[in-house]
Structures are given as C-alpha cells and as structure tokens.
C-alpha cells in the first residue's frame, strides 16, 4: 500500500492583526506533479476548511489560534494528515503531494439487496446513532459504502468520504472514513476517520439544540477535566474495582454482602486519569480500571433516544452514568476536548450511543 506522503514544499501560515490566521498552500499529484483541484484542506473535527482551485492553491481562515490536524483529502487519493501546531509555526513553504489510492478489493462482500440493506442498518445505527437527531441525518452517498466480514465482525469501508446532512444540528458533514467494525456477538462498535464540518446557514437557528447535545456529552466531560472543574461542571469519576475477598472468619459478615459479581466504585480526581507529556507537553489518557462518569445535571439529550437499549437504563430522571475503558496503555487527548485515536476508548452507559449524529465541532463553544 501507498505510504502517506508529506513533502516540503508551500504553505503560508500568516497572521493578520486581528488573530486571524491564513493558511496558504497548494496540492500536487505525486506521480504526474500536476495540481489536484477540488481537494478538501481542512483542519480535523473543525469547520475550519476550504477545496483548492484548477491550479491545486487553497487559501484557508482560521479565525482563532488553532493547532490540529490539517487533513488534505481528494476522490482516489490518500489522505495527508500534518499535525499542524500555529503556536510553533513560521513562514516555512510546504507542498502536499498525494498518491493515488490503491483500492481494497479482497474480501468485499457481494451480497443480496436485503443483506446490503441489513449491514446498511447495522452501519447507520453504529455510525450515526440512534436518536432523534441520528433518525434527521442523511447519509447522501450511502453507495460509497461497502461491506466486508469474517466469522464474527462486519467491516465498512468508503473511497470517497461520506456526505452527511444533520438537519437538526445545521451541519454538513464530511466523514473521510478509515475503519468500522461491528461485533456480531458482543455488539461492540468502532469507527475512526476525519470530519469536516459546515453551517448549514445562520447557526443562530440551531443554537439552543447544539447546546442541549453538548451539555454531558464527551467533549464537554474531557474539556471539564483538562479546565480541572468536574465537580463544578456536574461530573463525578469513579474507579470499577473488584474487592478482595477476605478468608478469615472475623470478615464473614463483610464477605455476606460481596460475590463474584461485586465491584467497588472508589471516588477519584481528574489528576489519577488525566497526565501532562513532559517533552511534548499534551494530555493524555491513561488508566487501568473501568472509568465510570456520573453526570448530576440534567441534559434533555437522554430524552432523544429513539429506541429502547441498554444505554435507557444508565440514567434517572436526573443526570446519567457512563462507563470508560482503554483499549491502549495512553491516549493522547488534545485541549479541545477530542480524543486522538478514537477507537483507543470503549464507552459504555450513557455514552455508548454518542455518534456522527450528536457530535460537535471541537472549535465549537457553547457560549
């Protein structure tokens, strides 16, 4: 397979007296060296993004310090990913040179009409969600979609990126997918790839549901434990451990109200999850235990979900509760509250059905 490439070349970072920045490059076939029009420049789970012209230029605003992945994506093409870092930035020249994507045609599933629309089914629940705002959104280019299995897992692959309208939510999204799977058995899901987000218009008009799906969802529990203000923000974390079971006679009494099947939820701080890199100085996730998250305010997104799942059980009236565990020994967490390596956390409770549909721009505030 075709490596990645990032090749030095053209890309003007300016900075305008008004903490504007303009990004500034140009993209080239790597083959031919000829530009390559109409690719996407944009910076990863932002709105912040633009195409290039016929000559392969882009111009890109940025209307705040910003520092991310500049994703640089184009139809049979691989993506280009730069970890772009504005603090650190000067007047260097970059070109992005992209290869052509070679397409993974072993193992894809030739399937019936009704097996695609069952794995389609399975895909959109997965990916989208099951709420309110997961039933608005439409996929505008489900063909792009295909399917491959073994034994136990369903896997969905897209060449081109997925077109997204959240009506509910006023945004257009672009989804460069790299992976899904679905776990027939064990029902566990995973997805990763890059988003671009546009308004659909004034996002006056979708204010107060953008803030109702940011209010205890993940961002907002991630941007509360780097700002170190959980408690004020509704949170609470815990840590899931099994208790010792004790064999002398003088703790049979303790032992009555303990089984197997017993566990202990020990109060913890931001400060035992969440640590600082000291040489490149971001966060990061790093834990060994179930996480569990009590969220104590109320948030009217719990009375989206359409149909009934585990996750219905996992709040009261008032507030919710969430499970995390890491699939890594770390996970790197950047200041706007997203996780960099998705796939690298399974959530549970609450939080399990938190997709495509209800998430948030990370460059989005709610005030």
Not at 21 to 28: A, E, F, H, T
Not at 216 to 222: A, D, Q, R, W
Not at 224 to 252: A, Q, R, W
Not at 277 to 300: A, C, G, H, P, W
Request: net charge neutral.
């Amino acid at each position: 397979m075709h490596k990645l490439l990032f090749v030095f070349g053209f890309i003007w970072i300016m900075f305008t007296g008004n903490a504007q920045i303009i990004i500034q490059g140009k993209v080239l076939d790597n083959n031919s060296g000829l530009p390559v029009a109409n690719a996407r420049v944009y910076l990863n789970n932002t709105s912040h993004g633009t195409v290039t012209n016929s000559e392969g230029r882009f111009t890109l605003n940025i209307s705040s310090v910003f520092s991310g992945e500049l994703i640089v994506s184009s139809v049979g093409y691989q993506q280009v990913f730069y970890k772009l870092n504005i603090n650190d930035a000067d007047k260097k020249l970059y070109v992005f040179k992209l290869e052509v994507k070679e397409k993974i045609l072993n193992g894809v599933l030739i399937i019936s009409d009704t097996t695609r629309q069952l794995c389609l089914k399975v895909f959109k629940q997965n990916f989208l969600g099951i709420t309110e705002e997961a039933e608005k959104c439409t996929i505008e280019n489900l063909g792009a979609i295909y399917f491959t299995a073994d034994s136990n897992t369903i896997y969905a692959y897209a060449d081109t990126p997925l077109i997204i309208t959240n009506k509910l939510l006023g945004y257009k999204i672009t989804f460069d997918l790299i992976e899904f799977y679905f776990d027939v058995n064990k029902k566990n899901t995973s997805f990763s790839g890059f988003t671009r987000y546009e308004e659909m218009g004034d996002s006056k008009k979708w204010i107060k549901r953008r803030k109702q799906n940011y209010y205890g969802s993940t961002m907002h529990f991630y941007r509360s434990l780097i700002n170190k203000n959980l408690e004020t923000e509704g949170f609470s974390i815990f840590e899931i451990k099994k208790p010792e079971i004790k064999k002398d006679p003088v703790d049979y009494a303790e032992n009555l109200y303990m089984d197997e099947d017993t566990v202990l939820a020990i109060p913890i701080r931001s400060a035992n999850i969440l640590f600082i890199d000291t040489i490149s100085n971001e966060y990061y996730l790093q834990f060994t235990n179930r996480v569990m998250v009590q969220f104590f305010k109320n948030t009217r997104l719990k009375h989206y979900y359409t149909i009934e799942s585990e996750s219905n059980r996992s709040y009261s009236n008032f507030g919710f509760t969430a499970f995390m565990d890491m699939l890594t020994d770390k996970v790197e967490l950047d200041a706007k509250g997203i996780i960099r390596n998705p796939m690298a956390v399974v959530y549970n409770g609450f939080w399990l059905y938190e997709k495509i549909a209800n998430q948030l721009p990370s460059n989005y505030q709610p005030d």
